[in-house]
């Protein structure tokens, strides 16, 4: 059995695309939209291809100079940065080669723009990780850079500014429209590092439109606003459509309702091995601004090229009073905890379906799934929310429109309260008018101040780590997932740090949901975090990756405070000790873009694999030369690979939750990353060197050495083939 | 450099050549420029972060946006920053010293981690501060301030948005902070916490002080 929530499994195709996208800030002079979003055609044999990107602008002139003043710019989105800051969204080629990836939505003049500039950071436009080496790789001769380490780029001599030029045009945004520009961003490696540590050299090249399929489509419709008798207010939020994955409160992207209209152009999963149409991305549909009702619709999925009408249209209803829901969110087992960072989340159910009730009950425990988040707020370091907004837009738990008194539960709003490592809390929720607004209750008839409490239990235990040289420490994070899954549910509040004197037996707490919310229990493992990397950080671990299945989840509190404490002491062979790390890479038969692989990890008391990480697979049909390649960077060790699958979307019917993967059965094989052999000395180099290239050191001063390769396709034929 | 940071570095500079800017802590000639550490992404993800320089180290919760900030720093500084949440929002933490981004990592990836260093290779995560001396700064999001932090002898400007979190790195003696809005910043919200108990609380704007009792 596995927990049903929303939101705790976001499809496969849907994580490859989501990135921040959000309507930039109208000006009067610029009323076009322009919504920009990449796809990858990245070199081979990289894990990771990393671009710093500070901003596309556009001219209507093709020979236009840099300093040009028709320039229109379109930043980074919000949550990266302002107008006019310094601030870097990091694309990755790799996981953008089928579905774009959206970079943000921004006003621009309506015009014909003839050019188009991407603009990296300057100093420091991006960096690759390559897979373990297959061959010698620096500079060319015999000798041999590391893989699964961050290596900065740089561009070759001519090859800036990045530009596509279109004499022709290249968009036509108009008043009011919203306008498509999908790079292709393509990067040919031209000389390895020629010391270690050093840059690559490449070249990129743009084009528009991609010589690919575009895998996007369009979602339009209307909202009608009939005329409400309420009060009305004069600092809101502007009525909006939002897209959100479906589920979820994820935003993909929004559009403003103008002239009682809307249009989003959202990425779309194509490919092959699914329907006739492709794959397709399924998608909620969030309205909500100005003093208007809330609306939402759950939506078929969506196909490369496809336009979705909504229909009928949204009604809502305007000039409501806003009213306001604040609060705070505390341990129901540690008196005055403040939860930090939980999510509240107001659900509607959609227009299709408006008999879905959204708070779970004994008799319709899974009809919440079939709501949608319309309203969503966190809470601050000290457990309050909503935090602040900006200036001019307050937060959405600050615009919640009031409903009438006369409507089930008081016109409370059903409020769903999640925070990692805590069950799921389900209230009602009614808007408040003055400062300190809003009140909540759980039986739709007595309500107080959302003042709230989440329950949790705990899972204490001990875990086996090498001791660091002196002078060295080791983070260490343990994670909870549920048993049988690769669902995370919770880590360690903060990572347990080892050194010389503590390290041997390190202890952990950590807080994970009860047996009221993951029946089914835990699987748990245990990595260092603390990848720095000498001068540069590092995304991957040279430290094995502790492992224990089957933790049985702690009873719900039986009051206030008390609360149960599962054990669950990690086994001696599972000591967490510095091996290198290494790489395994394959391609995956008759994938498509539901289609993921799961690196997971044997409990060797139980049997039983536990999931520890997972990577869609890329660079699939249509596109001219598909690969369906999968990597990975792990700590040299044994693990098995396994293809997981998400259903194919019924192209009839909208689903009524997020689907979720599932294991392929048979389609698995172990894999056996070889240990890199010992180099360096009692004083290894001290600086990024051929000879001490990983991310930790052994205790007589030694250290892995170049990491190796496995090659493993799925379904696993032929046998595995370690290239050392 | 905006009118406003030029504004402030004169202010500054006055108030230090006088009887120190709180009036309270003495003659402060004004720190080094601060690197600042900037959690970005996804609006209101949560994560867990190691903050460390190479004398002090401070552990944290917070969600997105946050800027992070460490007065009388030692460099090299890194942050290791883990996202809490099993969905795909974007965490990115990038180091900015100047008006250039020194470093940047991102993750999409379910409780993915992220680490970013600047200043050279810091070998180890160094000992948890003490005193662990914070000043938590909430204000309307993403909106730009500058702020003097001092101790009594050397005095920070800083220039981040809201919300920041500044450490403070081995205080001599008693620290006080001033921070400036602009005329349409609304409130500041500063939480002073001294080894993890709040000892001061202001709620003012667009200015605001807040000193360590």
């Known amino acids: 059995m596995h927990r049903t929530a929303r939101g705790l499994i976001v499809p496969f195709v849907i994580v490859i695309g989501v990135l921040l996208a959000g309507a930039g800030s109208a000006r009067a002079s610029k009323k076009a939209l322009v919504e920009v979003g990449f796809v990858g055609v990245p070199p081979p044999n990289f894990q990771n291809v990393l671009l710093n990107v500070q901003s596309v602008r556009l001219n209507p002139k093709a020979s236009a100079a840099p300093g040009n003043g028709k320039w229109q710019t379109i930043p980074v989105p919000p949550g990266i940065g302002n107008a006019g800051q310094s601030a ?66 740089q561009l070759a001599t001519g090859n800036n500014p990045l530009t596509v030029p279109f004499p022709g045009g290249l968009i036509f945004p108009g008043n009011g429209a919203l306008t498509q520009l999908i790079f292709e961003v ?42 409400g008798s309420s009060g009305s207010s004069t600092k809101i939020r502007k009525l909006a459509v939002t897209a959100e994955a479906i589920g979820t409160n994820t935003p993909i992207a929004t559009a403003p309702v103008k002239n009682g209209n809307f249009t989003l152009i959202l990425p779309a999963a194509g490919g092959n091995n699914a329907s006739l149409l492709g794959f397709g991305t399924l998608y909620d549909l969030a309205v909500a601004g100005g003093t208007d009702t809330y609306a939402a619709e759950r939506l078929l999925p969506l196909y490369p090229g496809q336009t979705i009408t909504v229909s009928p249209a949204f009604q809502v209803t305007g000039s409501q009073t806003l009213g306001n829901i604040t609060g705070s969110i ?33 008799a319709s425990p899974d009809d919440y799934l079939q709501c949608v988040a319309v309203a969503t707020a966190n809470t601050d370091n000290a457990g309050n929310f909503p935090l602040p907004g900006t200036i001019t837009i307050p937060p959405e738990f600050a615009s919640v429109p009031v409903q009438s008194k006369s409507l089930p539960n008081k016109g409370a709003y059903v409020m769903e309260i999640s925070a990692p490592g805590y069950d799921n809390l389900f209230v009602y929720a009614i808007p408040g008018s003055s400062k300190n607004g809003g009140t909540c209750g759980t039986d739709g008839t007595t309500f107080s101040a959302c003042n709230l409490a989440l329950n949790t239990g705990y899972v204490s235990g001990s875990i086996q780590v090498e001791r660091p040289n002196p002078g060295q420490t080791t983070e260490v994070q343990v994670f909870a997932e549920d048993h049988g899954t690769n669902n995370i549910e919770s880590a360690l509040p903060m990572p347990v740090r080892v050194t010389n004197s503590n390290g041997g037996t390190i202890g952990y707490t950590l807080n994970v949901p009860t047996s009221a919310t993951v029946p089914q229990g835990f699987d748990l493992f245990a990595a260092t975090v603390d990848n720095l990397y000498q001068s540069v950080s590092d995304p991957n671990k040279g430290q094995t990756i502790a492992v224990l299945s089957d933790v049985p989840a702690p009873a719900p509190p039986s009051g206030s405070g008390i609360c149960d404490t599962k054990t669950a002491n990690f086994s001696g062979d599972q000591t967490i000790t510095c091996v290198g790390h290494g790489s395994v890479t394959g391609s995956v038969a008759n994938a498509n873009l539901g289609t993921s692989v799961v690196l997971s990890k044997q409990d060797t008391d139980s049997g039983n694999f ?7 697979v890329q660079n699939q049909s249509a596109n001219s030369n598909p690969l369906n390649s999968y ?10 690979v396994q293809e997981w699958q998400l259903p194919t979307p019924d192209s009839s019917a909208a689903p009524s939750s997020s689907p979720t993967a599932s294991p392929v059965p048979d389609i698995a094989a172990v894999v056996i990353i070889p240990t890199p052999l010992s180099a360096g000395g009692p004083n290894p180099t001290p600086t990024p060197a051929i000879n001490c290239p990983t991310t930790c050191e052994n205790s007589d001063g030694t250290c892995p050495g170049i990491c190796n390769n496995v090659i493993q396709p799925l379904p696993p034929t032929p046998s595995p083939t370690p290239t050392p | 450099m905006s009118a406003l940071g030029a504004a402030m570095a004169f202010s500054v500079a006055a108030c230090n050549n006088q009887t120190g800017f709180s009036g309270s802590v003495g003659n402060t000639p004004n720190g080094p420029p601060l690197a ?33 900030v460490i007065a ?63 000043i938590f700064a909430a204000g309307p999001d993403q909106e730009r301030y500058s702020a003097l932090v001092e101790d009594i002898t050397t005095g920070w400007v800083i220039n981040a948005r809201a919300p920041t979190l500044i450490l403070f790195d081995t205080p001599d003696g008693k620290v006080d902070a001033t921070f400036f809005g602009g005329h349409d910043f609304g409130s500041f919200t500063l939480d002073m916490t001294l080894n993890g108990a709040v000892v001061a609380t202001v709620v003012h704007g667009p200015d605001a002080t807040i000193r360590e009792p």
């Not at chain 1, 006003?107 to 080496?133: F, H, K, M, W």
């Not at chain 1, 939860?339 to 379906?353: R, Y």
């Not at chain 2, 209101?44 to 944290?60: E, K």
């Not at chain 2, 600047?118 to 001396?133: E, F, K, M, Q, R």
């Open chain 1, 88 to 153: 870097d969204m990091q694309i990755d080629l790799n996981t953008s080669q089928n579905v774009p990836q959206l970079f943000n939505t921004a006003n621009v003049q309506a015009n014909t723009y003839q050019i188009a500039e991407l603009r990296l950071d300057p100093n420091n436009p991006g960096s690759l990780i390559p897979d373990c080496p297959k061959s010698a790789t620096l500079g060319g001769g015999n000798t041999t850079a590391d893989g699964c380490i961050n290596y900065p780029f």
């Open chain 1, 610 to 616: 536990v999931a520890i990480t997972n990577t869609p």
């Open chain 1, 186 to 227: 393509s990067m040919v490696v031209n000389s390895p590092p020629t010391v270690p540590g050093g840059a690559y050299t490449v070249t990129i090249t743009l084009a528009s439109p991609p010589t690919n399929p575009i895998e996007m489509g369009t979602v339009t419709g209307s909202v009608n606003v009939k005329t």
């Open chain 2, 36 to 68: 600042s550490y900037e959690i970005l992404g996804t609006i209101g993800t949560p994560f867990t972060a190691t903050v460390s320089d190479s004398r002090s180290s401070w552990t944290l919760q917070g969600v997105v946006p946050l800027s992070i």
């Open chain 2, 72 to 134: 009388n720093n030692i460099l090299p500084a890194a942050i290791v920053a883990t996202k809490t949440t099993s969905n795909s929002n974007l965490l990115s933490v990038e180091i900015i010293t100047g008006f250039r981004v020194a470093d940047v990592q991102s993750t999409s990836a379910p409780f993915g981690t992220v680490s970013v260093q600047v200043g050279g290779t810091l070998n180890s995560i160094a000992s948890p501060a003490s005193p662990d001396l914070r």
């Open chain 1, 631 to 640: 990597s990975f960077c792990a700590p040299a060790d044994i693990y098995q």
């Open chain 1, 330 to 362: 505390s341990d129901n087992c540690v008196a005055k905890k403040a939860i930090v960072g939980a999510t509240l989340q107001l659900l509607i159910p959609p227009d299709s379906n408006s008999a879905a009730d959204c708070f779970p009950t004994i």
